[in-house]
């Protein structure tokens, strides 16, 4: 079982929708989490960090659910130019920094 | 604003040769991490660097190795090079150990 767990979709939605993904963590002792986005081929891109109260940067919100072990990103409005994959990254804690990527999940935004 | 560099953006080696990658971390990011990532795989963490003193390792073959300059600054040095070595290797930093990390654009090796 993978430490990062991520549904890899893809998840098809017409422009304008709201979707959300979820990724779960198994380590429990997880310090810290961010969302990324990569494009094809190219370098992945970061969204944003993950805070324990949630956070919101415009169409973008994240929430951490430490109980249950997981991370969300909500988009609202979906664009076109959203349709990438979106990578969840956690750095395990108990003593390493080693942070450890979810498989990703592909988004595809349609007019 | 300046952003991670890497070199070079493409490498074509032979079975068994060895190759360099470089990262050039932004200035002032005190961390640097390398990952290599496969055709239709996640960013697999090899090694990471803070301070220019090694600090986490992860899935880094033993013919590969890697360290942080004085500049800080980073190379990978990867020798008997295998037709699986072929991948998508990058190159973050951050400032500070468990903060957002930058990603460079990539050394894409191809080993023929």
């Known amino acids: 079982r993978k430490e990062v767990e991520q549904d890899p979709g893809p998840f098809n939605v017409p422009e304008g929708a709201t979707v959300a993904f979820n990724c779960t963590y198994s380590n429990s002792a997880s310090q810290s989490f961010f969302w990324y986005r990569q494009d094809c081929r190219k370098e992945p891109k970061l969204l944003m960090s993950v805070y324990s109260s949630g956070n919101e940067d415009g169409r973008f919100t994240a929430q951490l659910n430490r109980a249950s072990q997981y991370i969300s990103l909500l988009i609202r409005d979906s664009k076109l130019s959203d349709s990438a994959t979106y990578l969840c990254?956690?750095?395990?804690?108990?003593?390493?920094?080693?942070?450890?990527f979810g498989r990703g999940t592909s988004l595809i935004v349609h007019p | 604003a300046a952003g991670v560099i890497q070199s070079p953006r493409h490498l074509i080696k032979e079975k068994r040769e060895t190759a360099t990658l470089k990262c050039y971390p932004i200035?002032?990011?005190?961390?640097v991490y390398w990952y290599q990532q496969g055709p239709g795989q996640d960013p697999q963490f090899l090694i990471s660097f803070y301070e220019k003193m090694q600090s986490d390792k992860g899935s880094i073959p033993d013919r590969f190795s890697a360290q942080q300059f004085s500049d800080y600054h980073s190379e990978l040095n990867m020798s008997s090079l295998e037709l699986g070595d072929s991948a998508l290797y990058f190159c973050?930093?951050?400032?500070?150990?468990?903060?957002?990390?930058?990603f460079g654009d990539g050394t894409r090796l191809s080993i023929l």
């Open positions: 200035p002032r990011h005190d961390t």
């Open positions: 990254v956690v750095n395990m804690g108990g003593g390493s920094y080693i942070p450890t």
């Open positions: 973050a930093s951050s400032l500070g150990y468990n903060q957002p990390q930058h």
